[in-house]
């Protein structure tokens, strides 16, 4: 069965960096656009980033605008994203989600309205905690 797992994760102090993975298992990710998500405690889920297919458009949440980065090496079937600059209030369960639609604004738009049903397959997420 197709199942994504996040990693990388782990315990920072504020200002500190972690870079997480994307990975899929029985699902070649350079077919699909792929996000990242994460719910902090005693909060709903969001959307914070987002590339297509071909990793030539990109879409971040303004929270995390100039800190995160999110790259993909189709050639190692895995998306990643660089976290610098952590906040405490960066702390959360991260996800990532695969979408196989090709129009990436419409899943964008969607994803900012807490619409999450474009995204085909979800997984294991990993935990970041920023300690201030």
């Known amino acids: 069965d197709v199942q994504l797992q996040a990693s990388g994760g782990g315990l920072v102090q504020a200002g500190g960096s972690l870079r997480l993975s994307c990975t899929a298992s029985?699902?070649?990710?350079?077919?699909?656009?792929v996000g990242w998500f994460r719910q902090a405690p005693g909060k709903e889920r969001e959307g914070i980033a987002c590339?297509?297919?071909?990793?030539?458009?990109?879409w971040y949440e303004d929270s995390v605008k100039g800190r995160f980065t999110v790259s993909r090496d189709n050639a190692k079937n895995t998306v990643y994203l660089q976290m610098n600059s952590l906040k405490a209030e960066d702390t959360a369960d991260y996800y990532c989600a695969a979408d196989d639609t090709r129009n990436f604004v419409a899943l964008i738009q969607a994803i900012k309205k807490r619409y999450f049903y474009g995204m085909d397959y979800w997984g294991k997420g990993t935990q970041v905690t920023v300690s201030s």
């Open positions: 029985e699902l070649t990710l350079d077919t699909f656009n």
């Open positions: 590339i297509n297919v071909s990793g030539d458009n990109i």
